[in-house]
């Protein structure tokens, strides 16, 4: 840093691996990859996410890695750094990272809010025995659906206020002393959680369907918007095209491989996916439920299914806070955005900046929570169409991501010299890697960037596919 300061890093490949990981492996893990590999095709969806993931998602993300390790600097800084000017126009990819991050912050504060609330019930013994007519009542109760006062309506806004309040604490603590060491700690019991569902899940009567549901192949169902649709779960899920990626590479060791993390990093996050369809299919088949959509099977079905099964108020404590410390480490790596940006570029102090991105997120935040459900307190508002949840959700998911990571990959690809990227790929010449370079490089200026275009194209309804 210019002051002299030495920037603050992670300590090693394996702090790299756990905090990387743990910001790809979020709620889209536990309700979003299932459902969707479920309904569009079982294994013919994976197969198409699998390629996603190789010439989307891998690409981009190391692309992202280059761009920080070498810029050692916040989403704005690196820009600046890795062209050596200042004023490049390139820093505005940054900026919108930034405001990406917020955007996902507002909802996905939320979200989490549900999910620690649910862990508090079922860790204090609240959900014991709760019938298929109380599920579907008290979702609805948690979210705020409903409420004819503001009064009334605060409970999740408080919730999402502590998960808030919990997440801004721990990032405050530093690089290494907060997220480092939070990662490394979560991570692996995250999986040692969710195999202890597996295993549950997969010796329960009739769990074969639930495997079947989630593997059959069936390419029938292979039209081109569910291949769009796993285009996009490919990038919200590995955290890309929003400077998460940039901002954490700028921690990363020098002798980082960054190919490799990058493929390691997209093989753990969807294993950890698969697992999360495991537990919870066979779950919902065994007990002859319908494999709904979305935030219902998370919020709805879960709670009954295992509170109907031995042992199965300790694993739906067990499933939610899994899914806690999931939605925490992703959080860590949103957040870490637009700090990093308050403390290099307006020089703020990071307990100062945490405590002011805790502001603007839990006040602006609480319109998303308020407006959650149409009968929420705000969900008759709607601004272009939709509520606050849906605009802060659609705006960054469907259009601000895809333009980061569109631009990141021509940036990279076309603008960044060649030598920085050799430079990065390969350690400073110390691995003798060219042929992968070469292969790398020719993924990321043609392929990507044509598939990118597509899915924004389709989902801006420029294109019709
Ligand atoms: N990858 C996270 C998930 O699946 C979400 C996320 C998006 C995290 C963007 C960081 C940046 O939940």
């Known amino acids: 840093m210019s002051d002299g300061k030495k920037r603050e890093g992670f300590s090693s490949g394996l702090a790299v691996f756990f905090a990387t990981l743990g910001s790809a492996v979020g709620l889209g893990n536990i309700w979003k990859f299932p459902y969707l590999t479920g309904v569009n095709g079982g294994g013919a969806f994976l197969l198409v996410y699998f390629i996603c993931i190789a010439l989307v998602?891998?690409?981009?993300?190391?692309?992202e890695f280059i761009i920080g390790r070498?810029?050692?600097?916040?989403?704005?800084?690196?820009?600046?750094?890795?062209?050596?000017?200042?004023?490049?126009?390139?820093?505005?990819v940054g900026v919108l990272g930034v405001l990406s991050a917020y955007l996902i912050m507002f909802f996905y504060t939320d979200v989490a809010g549900w999910?620690?609330?649910?862990?508090?019930k079922a860790a204090t013994g609240q959900l014991a025995g709760i019938t298929k007519e109380q599920v579907g009542p008290l979702f609805k109760a948690v979210v705020g659906a409903g409420a004819t006062s503001l009064r009334g309506?605060?409970?999740?806004?408080?919730?999402?206020?502590?998960?808030?309040?919990?997440?801004g604490s721990a990032i405050s603590l530093g690089v290494r002393s907060g997220i480092e060491r939070i990662t490394k700690t979560l991570m692996p019991l995250l999986f040692v959680l969710i195999i202890l569902c597996d295993i549950r899940a997969l010796t329960l009567p009739g769990a074969k369907d639930g495997i079947r549901f989630l593997f059959n192949v069936d390419f029938s169902k292979l039209t081109p918007s569910v291949i769009l649709a796993a285009l996009g779960l490919a990038f919200f899920k590995l955290s890309l095209g929003m400077s998460t990626m940039i901002t954490y590479g700028s921690y990363f060791t020098d002798d980082n491989r960054l190919i490799n993390t990058a493929v390691r990093v997209?093989?753990?996050?969807?294993?950890?996916?698969?697992?999360?369809?495991?537990?919870?299919?066979?779950?919902?088949?065994?007990?002859g439920m319908?494999?709904?959509?979305?935030?219902?099977?998370?919020?709805?079905?879960?709670?009954?299914?295992?509170?109907?099964?031995?042992?199965?108020?300790?694993?739906?404590a067990a499933f939610f806070l899994l899914t806690c410390f999931a939605a925490t480490t992703a959080m860590l790596s949103i957040m870490e955005v637009?700090?990093?940006?308050?403390?290099?570029?307006?020089?703020?102090?990071?307990?100062l900046a945490a405590l002011l991105n805790c502001i603007i997120i839990g006040s602006i935040g609480a319109t998303a929570t308020l407006s959650a459900d149409g009968s929420s307190y705000l969900g008759g508002i709607h601004i272009l169409g939709r509520t606050f949840f849906d605009l802060y959700d659609h705006l960054s998911s469907n259009i601000m991501m895809p333009i980061g990571g569109l631009l990141t990959a021509v940036f990279v690809g076309y603008v960044l010299k060649s030598g920085i990227v050799e430079e990065q790929l390969s350690n400073g010449g110390t691995l003798n890697n060219r042929g992968l370079i070469a292969a790398?490089?020719?993924?990321?200026?043609?392929?990507?960037?044509a598939l990118l275009l597509l899915v924004f194209l389709s989902t801006a309804g420029v294109i019709r596919l």
């Open 115 to 120: 999910v620690y609330f649910y862990f508090f």
């Open 70 to 92: 070498r810029g050692r600097g916040n989403a704005v800084g690196s820009f600046r750094n890795v062209t050596g000017n200042p004023a490049t126009p390139w820093r505005f």
């Open 266 to 287: 997209a093989a753990s996050d969807t294993l950890v996916s698969l697992l999360a369809g495991l537990a919870i299919f066979p779950t919902v088949f065994s007990f």
């Open 440 to 449: 790398y490089r020719f993924v990321l200026r043609y392929i990507t960037p």
């Open 153 to 167: 309506a605060m409970s999740p806004v408080l919730w999402q206020w502590i998960v808030l309040a919990l997440v």
């Open 338 to 351: 637009p700090i990093a940006f308050m403390v290099e570029e307006l020089k703020l102090k990071r307990p």
């Open 57 to 63: 998602g891998i690409p981009v993300m190391t692309g």
């Open 290 to 316: 319908e494999p709904s959509a979305g935030p219902g099977l998370l919020f709805m079905t879960i709670p009954l299914v295992f509170s109907q099964i031995p042992l199965g108020n300790l694993l739906l």
